[in-house]
């Protein structure tokens, strides 16, 4: 009765961490890619607002002029892209983003270069709709390098997926390599596109967007992540006019609209940047990499929150995982995110006692015979929110 086209994708080893979540009663959960904060609160009551104020029609297909114009300031002030309102369409989140993208440019047969490890939808999707992923190794520093993608250019190449700070490597691309991509991209008349979503969770210097030098970039940002809104589904699109006016086509007949409610309070977001995030982010990541590198080699980890590595020779992720399912902590296989299947992915967002629990059991479990030094946790959250 289904469509033979979802055969070709696999999501089930992330929604089986969502499954294992609800079947644990208090499991140590760092899987899922959650931020630690609550949604703050000028956000939720721009949200409440818009309800008790009627805000909750369909809105036009590519956004509030309001929300559209605040973003296209943002791009321009903090990313450097030159951004109007009819360059940004807003979508619901980043996921439907990569899709309506990929849905206005890859025809069947198409390649796309994807970093892999990658975040799940830029393999999947491609496939979807009958174009070839073409999977660059980034194995083992998780560095996206112009050589290794000039190397897998061939007459059907389209567009370069870049992901920086990266899920689920926490790799950050210097700029110096981005400009390098760049050129790489003008030279062989590539589109590059951009998922910047933690663009916010970078631990040392700042964020390069390639759109700001690259105008033939498809930037792709959202709520989730900085502003803690996972839930409230709101992301925007920004490139070449053409390309947006082909993804608004789209959302004609797929989105309609997003969320009026979560535009809103994307405007009130807008308002105020996510000041505290990198500070506290630094902590938690330097106390996941100070315990993870007892028992494993730790690369990457320059951003966003998560913490990739390799098991020992002989352990597949799916038994690892399996082994710290029974001590009630959730992680990720690797192979949800890779062809390879002896990583691990941990999100270190969990609360810090939580979280260094989760640590130590994950390095006794990797390296029983070691003993482990304590780490100190760091000093808890402040909460943004309530
Ligand atoms: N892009 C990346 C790289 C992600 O890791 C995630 C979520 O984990 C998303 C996009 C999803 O973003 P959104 O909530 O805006 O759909």
Redesign the pocket.
Known sequence: MIAKRLKKFDSSKIRMAFEVAEQISNPIDLSI?YPSNKTPLHIKAAGIDAIRGNHTRYTPTNGTTELRTAIAKKLARENHIKATSKSVTVVP??????LLTYLALLDPGDEILVPDPY?P?YRDLAILLGAKPVLINTYPDFQLKATDLKARITRKTKAIVV?SP??PTGAVYPEKELRAIAKLAKTRGLLVIS?E??EHFVNNGDHFSIGSIYPKTIT?N????AYSM?GW???YVHGPLEIIDAINELQQYTVFSSSSIGQRAAVAALKRKPSRITSEYRRKRDMARKTLSQAFEVHGCQG?YYAFVKLPAGTTDMEFVAKLRRLGVIIIPGSAFSKRNNYIRITYTAPNRTLAKGLSLICEVASPTRKLHHVRRPRQLISLSS
Do not use: E, H, Q, W
């Open positions: 890619g989140g980043v996921t439907t983003g990569i975040f939808p992901n990266n899920n998922d979503i933690y792709l959202g709520f989730s992540k996972t589904r709101v992301g966003a």
